[in-house]
């Protein structure tokens, strides 16, 4: 159990600091891949109950490290792994990696559709100042996250299908 | 069968909830601060690695020869934070000006937002609107919100950025920096008849509180009129934003 635990934490601290500290460094377009998102909808489609529990400490650290309003990134990896579990037990059941690439598209739609209606909900609050502004780069930055997230997953999924299983 | 879980997932989000209003009543501000604090150094390390890393290692050579190109460039990471921090100090000791160096720890990076993530805190002396710059005392954002152990600096390229400032030719033309789509920098609000040259450099104006005068901006690479009474020159940044790794903090002196 605290073997678990420990293993968890070091993975959650890893990742935290690859997204931030690595991948966002890196040359665009490659700094528009999210590890967190991608990690999360992984470990829904592998264990649901330990996802929400990783979305609430993803969110915390992201909203640390962002310069939205708090709980603008908590908020929406809940109601990411909210949707992608729904998705990927009543629409996507094929198990297949076109279903894994779908899904993946959709989560990354769920999550930055939530993030800007969160924004704007905060701005009207008067919590945020900034409030969010739709333009071309948007589409652009969200195209590149879509492929990054999707590849990256498709990946990692193989990988733990591969050598975890055994 | 549908895994739905509705009392665990309830939980989460009325804990979420409660964390988010604990946060603004600054009741969680000692774990946030412990959270970065423990990350800081780590982060530090691999920021400055990712930012200076060059991509192009040749994948022919043999894992010794990448061993000592990593070495090689763990040690030029030192050296570079070694000479910006020595710059800065030399720059504020000769200006006067009460500073606070520290590390860029992570960005956040989106199509309306451009930001840093500084160790430098309220215990530092920083607050919400002072000036953040690199080596020569080129400015690069400004703080947007502070916490004890860390700082959220909006660079000059996010949208959302404004700065006061004047073309350092002699006229002293005034105008306005924002940032575009997080990819550049422009001065508005110049006024048609002023004699605005490229290669003119902007510098801050000073009329902004906290903002001194003199900071560099970026230099006029292009001039476009945008309405019969203003022209706006589009700025070349002089500093690259991604590869920051050292930065300060500029605290006025009655701070």
Avoid at chain 1, 84 to 93: K, R
Avoid at chain 2, 64 to 71: A, G, S
Avoid at chain 2, 211 to 221: C, F, H, Q, S, T
Wanted: with cysteine; hydrophobic share 50%; net charge positive.
């Amino acid at each position: 159990m605290i073997k678990k635990i420990f293993i968890n934490f070091i993975l959650f601290f890893s990742i935290v600091i690859l997204q931030f500290s690595f991948v966002k460094v890196l040359p665009s377009p490659v700094n528009n891949l999210n590890i967190i998102l991608t990690f999360l909808i992984l470990v829904t489609i592998i264990n649901y109950k330990k996802a929400l529990y990783f979305a609430v400490f993803f969110g915390i650290v992201s909203d640390i490290y962002s310069l939205r309003g708090f709980g603008i990134s908590l908020l929406s990896y809940l109601f990411l792994v909210l949707a992608v579990n729904f998705l990927y037990n009543n629409v996507f059941t094929n198990r297949s990696i076109i279903s894994l690439a779908t899904l993946c598209m959709l989560g990354t739609l769920v999550n930055v559709f939530s993030i800007n209606i969160l924004s704007q909900i905060y701005f009207y609050l008067k919590i945020e100042f900034f409030s969010p502004r739709i333009s071309i780069p948007l589409f652009i930055n969200l195209f590149w996250q879509i492929i990054f997230n999707s590849v990256f997953l498709i990946f990692s999924y193989l990988f733990l299908k591969r050598y975890i299983k055994r | 069968m549908f895994k739905f879980s509705p009392k665990l997932s309830i939980i989460l989000l009325a804990v979420s909830v409660l964390l988010i209003f604990l946060h603004y009543f600054e009741i969680t501000t000692f774990f946030e601060n412990l959270i970065v604090k423990a990350l800081s150094p780590i982060q530090t390390f691999v920021y400055s690695f990712s930012a200076k890393l060059n991509p192009e290692t040749d994948e022919r050579c043999g894992e010794k020869y990448q061993n000592l190109i990593i070495e090689n460039e763990k040690l030029k990471i030192t050296v570079a934070e070694y000479d910006s921090l020595k710059k800065l100090v030399n720059l504020l000791a000769k200006e006067d000006y009460k500073y606070a160096a520290g590390m860029v720890l992570s960005r956040d990076i989106a199509s309306d937002y451009q930001g840093l993530i500084i160790n430098v805190g309220k215990k530092d002396g920083a607050r919400v609107g002072l000036p953040v710059v690199v080596e020569d005392g080129i400015l690069i954002g400004k703080i947007f919100a502070v916490s004890d152990e860390y700082s959220k600096v909006v660079l000059l390229t996010d949208s959302h950025s404004e700065t006061a400032a004047t073309i350092n030719n002699g006229n002293k033309t005034l105008g306005i920096v924002v940032g575009e789509h997080g990819q550049n920098i422009k001065m508005e609000l110049i006024p048609n008849d002023a004699n605005v040259n490229v290669g003119d450099i902007a510098v801050t104006s000073g009329l902004e509180q906290d903002v001194p005068k003199g900071l560099i901006i970026g230099e006029i690479a292009k001039i476009q009129a945008s309405s019969s009474f203003f022209k706006t020159a589009y700025l070349k940044l002089l500093v690259t934003l991604e590869k920051l790794s050292s930065v300060a903090v500029i605290i006025p002196i009655y701070d």
